[in-house]
């Protein structure tokens, strides 16, 4: 339940999309790492928040508790530290596993692939986490989605929000939460949660209303610094200086049309301490508007400086910020848009095939072929010993070969090969 085979065209389709988002993070400068597919158990324990309970676990085999890694975060953060590497720049491209209730059709499984760039390491503010903005950006325009938006936030600005209305400060992550369900469902089902399950004061959950409602760029920072209450909060104003420092970074780079700054933008994983940021796939009107219904999250990530100091045995820091490409479901509309194209995706790269027009001419066929392997080329043949010429030809059709490599005794005789455009039946 909640996994897939993926047939050749999908695979296909798969390669190409992966192939995209992996140059744009070479692009950028980073390496790539692998982890083992197993974590210890207690490395993954408590990371996640509400979703903990979504981990895979193993049985005790030969003495370890382990489990299915359930994203590239948390294992990038214990490489750093058992590695004691200070800073890195690195992408990573694998599957991850998570216990959920799988709903196929929005691209949500049990098993998928996560794409991840992360940069490690001590630098001057807003600098990286402007880079990590600009490549969801790059990569969203890059595969031609439609339009999106990057909806940006900090969770410093948050947990200010939540003290100055009057939330205690053991709260103030299960009302982050709550506050994350925003998107999803309307406000006052949010208030509700707040009050009814999360034991807010009503009051409190109004005054988070005034501030979660509120999304738009430069102008509403400056406002929100000006702000009575928000200003006085250390936290708070500390995260507002940093947001308008990167509007600055994000106005140079020339993206800031596509980016919000959304303050009930909450993402729901324990480990961010400041940015936070989610790129949001908008609904496409008139063409198939069932199509990308549910599509939501296509991107997300953010700061966490404090990740890689839990596994340090000194508790040395290594401040990080990442961005997590969600594959799958970017998949699952390009899946859409493919059949609903009615194009034909070709799942080989075959470029000749390498064809005979009359019997008793297999050697001459394996022996062009190999001279044609060895050279690098990408070359099919039929293996019956004497094909006929229509099937071979049909065959080329089928599968989108290009070319055909004919060679019959007229040929042999001459010393050529007759090179066939399968499309347009030229022969040469």
């Not at 530290?81 to 959920?100: E, G, I, P, S």
Request: with cysteine.
């Amino acid at each position: 339940q909640g996994t897939r085979d993926h047939p050749p065209a999908q695979a296909a389709l798969r390669e190409r999309l992966l192939g995209a988002v992996v140059s744009c993070f070479k692009r950028h400068g980073a390496a790539a790492i692998d982890t083992p597919v197993l974590e210890l158990r207690e490395t993954l324990m408590g990371k996640y928040g509400e979703d903990t309970k979504l981990i895979y676990e193993l049985q005790d085999q030969g003495g370890e508790l382990l489990a299915l890694r359930y994203d590239l975060t948390v294992p990038f953060a214990r490489y750093l530290a058992m590695n004691k590497v200070n800073n890195m720049k690195r992408y990573h491209v694998a599957k991850v596993y998570r216990r959920d209730n799988p709903a196929t059709t929005r691209g949500r499984y049990r098993e998928f692939y996560q794409c991840d760039f992360d940069i490690a390491g001590e630098f001057d503010p807003m600098i990286p986490d402007a880079e990590c903005l600009k490549i969801v950006h790059e990569i969203l325009s890059d595969l031609q989605l439609g339009d999106f938006v990057i909806k940006v936030n900090d969770r410093r600005i948050l947990n200010g929000v939540f003290a100055v209305c009057g939330v205690p400060e053991s709260k103030f992550v299960t009302a982050c939460s709550t506050v994350d369900k925003l998107d999803k469902v309307p406000w006052d089902e949010v208030r509700s949660e707040m009050v009814g399950e999360k034991g807010l004061s009503p009051e409190a959950a109004d005054r988070i209303g005034e501030y979660v409602q509120l999304h738009g760029g430069l102008d509403l920072i400056e406002r929100l610094l000006q702000d009575p209450k928000l200003s006085q909060n250390k936290l708070a104003k500390e995260g507002l200086g940093d947001m308008k420092l990167l509007f600055e970074y994000l106005t140079l780079f020339g993206i800031t049309g596509k980016i919000s700054f959304d303050l009930s933008l909450a993402r729901g994983l324990d480990y961010y301490t400041g940015v936070i940021f989610e790129a949001v796939l908008l609904q496409q009107e008139n063409e198939h508007v069932e199509e990308l219904l549910g599509v939501g999250s296509v991107a997300g990530g953010g700061r966490y400086d404090g990740l890689v100091g839990m596994f340090d045995p000194k508790g040395r820091k290594v401040p990080c910020v990442g961005v997590s490409i969600g594959i799958e479901r970017i998949f699952s509309i390009l899946e859409q848009r493919l059949k609903a194209s009615g194009e034909k995706l070709r799942t080989t790269e075959t470029q000749v095939l390498v064809a005979t027009p009359q019997k008793h001419l297999l050697a001459a066929r394996l022996k062009l072929i190999s001279e044609l392997w060895d050279a690098g080329i990408k070359a099919e043949m039929l293996y019956k010993k004497d094909p006929k010429l229509l099937k071979q030809l049909q065959y080329c059709e089928d599968t989108g070969i290009p070319l055909a490599a004919i060679v019959g005794e007229q040929e042999l005789a001459d010393r050529v090969v007759k090179l066939r455009d399968v499309s347009t039946r030229e022969e040469v």
